[in-house]
Each structure stands twice: as C-alpha cells, then as structure tokens.
C-alpha cells in the first residue's frame, strides 16, 4: 500500500479507504489509485486484513479425492459460503493422507470450521468437534460434539428395492459398502426390504466397498459363480454409484446385457451416473441441500458455540434411467 501510495502521490490512508471503498476520496483519486495499483500488480490482502481482526472468515472442507459425490457437495458448498461472506479452503485425503491430517491442514491455515465430506475414518470427529466448529456431510457418529448432515439412507433404500420388486425382480443381491458412509444403514434397509416383500431367503449381502473396483471384482464373482451353473441374480443393488459402475464395466465385457440380463441400481446420483451410455438408475442425494445445510450449521454454531449438535436428514429419490427393468423370462 505503501508503493501504490507513493507512485499515486497521495497517502497511504487514502490508500487504505479507496481499497476498502468508504467515502473520503474524489472519484479522480479512486481511479488513480486503482490504476497504480494495476500498474505494480498489488492486490489487497484480504486474509491478513481479516487475521488483523482475529477473524479468516474461511471454511475448510475435507473430502476424500477418489469420491466423485464429494465433488458436487463441493460445487454446493462453494455458493452458500459465498453468500454469507465466508471464503472456503479444500483439503484432500488421498491414500497416502489420512483424513485426520487433510484436516489439520485445514486447521493450520486458520480456518474458523472444518466440514468432513463422507468421512471413512471418523474416529477422530468428536474431538475435532471439541477443538472447532464441525460438521459431519453423510456420516453420522453417535454423541460426537459436531452438526450432522445426511440423507435418509433407508428411505431410498426402500425406494429402489420397491422399484425392483416391482418390475418382478426376486433375486436381488446388495454390494455392501463396508465401512463407508451410509453402509450399516443401506444394509439394514435392504435385508428389512427383502423381508418385507417375503424375500427374507433370497436375502445376499456381498461384502464390498464404495469403488469402482469392488463392483469389478464383485462382478466377476457373480460370473464365475455362472460358470459353474449357478443362476446371475437378475438384479444388483450396489452399495454407491462407483461400485455400480464396477459392476457395470465387468458385466459389460462379459457380454451381459444391462438390463435385459441383469439390472444394477446405485446410490448418490453423482455426475458420473449421467456419463454413462446407458443411465444409471440410482438413489438421489440432494447434493445441494445437503452443502447448504452444512454451510448453514457450521456458520451458525460460529456465531453461537452453545448450540446442541444438530442433525439434519435430507430425502432421497429414486431417479430410475436406463439399468433397470424387468428380469429375464427365464428366470421368474
């Protein structure tokens, strides 16, 4: 400020009112002032004027890179931050990061509230939350001190099960997501589900993960299984989209058709579920409900840290497209 002050010949407190637009300057010097500061390449240091006021106004955000729905809870977040003043900061797990480093990351470079996106190790949750504002996107910790935000995972669970029953599907398998988030709840809403529509011996979870690679690899196994004369199940309902897509690629060079031979339904509608030849037909999470949520909590427990945790549960929906239909004739 100093510099521009200097080649613009006025003060540097003239300087400081023009960068903050408060009154004081003639519009001649304003522009004069911005011009020079052009001139020089100077840009204000909002960061460091807000730290001078023990304050970032920055939200950090943890996701895990290999997670495509995190990429658009991340396209929701950026907005609803926006529109309240507050900037926002990413930190990626990878598999050589743990989360619980992406986070003090975060935390490292100032950020007033940390959201985790679909955290898979969340033993560390309920301390971050005693240490700064948190908020949880799509996993749910019993009696940690953060904000929770999800969808209801049996609701669209029950959805798609009731959509395959409903086309005639009996053999029904679910692609277990292990510990990711939302997993227990998907397994529990899908064996209730198949009890429900007196299917409770046709009952199969396989365990898997939330990867395009478990879905290849569970694939093979329903074919091997084929090979050795056993029945395919006629439908697949996999633990997210990624895992789907799996299944997907494996069936597909197999020469299995989808969904003539066999129907694969998934979880999130994530943007890859578009990208496909052939649609996917998933459960929908709200992306942008759930980040403006997330934003919302943790912006409010800023301004008032005696909150109770809070928990909010977004509906889901079945969004049916091109990998679901009835099952072949043969096999009711």
Known sequence: ??????????????????????????????ERV?????????????????????????IGV?????????????????????????DVLLSAATEGRSEAKAVEALLSHRCEAVIVLGPDEPGYLDELGRRTVAVSVSRRVPHARVDFVHSAEGKGIRQAMDHLVELGHRRIVHIDGGRGPGSADRRRAYRAAMRRHGLEFEVRVIPGEHTEGSGIETGRMLLAERDRGLPLPTAVLAGNDRCAMGVLIAMTRAGVEVPRDLSVVGYDDSHLSHLMPIGLTTVRQDSGLMAEHAVRFAVERLENRELEPREAVIDPKLVVRGTSGPPPKDSV
Request: proline share 4%; glycine share 8%; aromatic share 8%.
């Open 1 to 30: 400020m100093s510099d521009v002050a200097q080649r613009a010949g006025v003060s540097r407190a003239l300087v400081s009112i023009v960068f903050r637009n408060q009154p004081g300057a003639s519009q001649e010097t304003r």
């Open 34 to 58: 911005l011009r020079v500061a052009d001139e020089i390449g100077y840009r204000p240091d909002n960061a460091a004027r807000l730290l001078a006021r023990g304050r970032s106004r920055t």
């Open 62 to 86: 943890m996701f895990i890179v290999q997670q495509t729905f995190h990429t658009d809870l991340i396209q929701g977040i950026y907005p609803e931050a926006e529109r309240l003043g507050y």
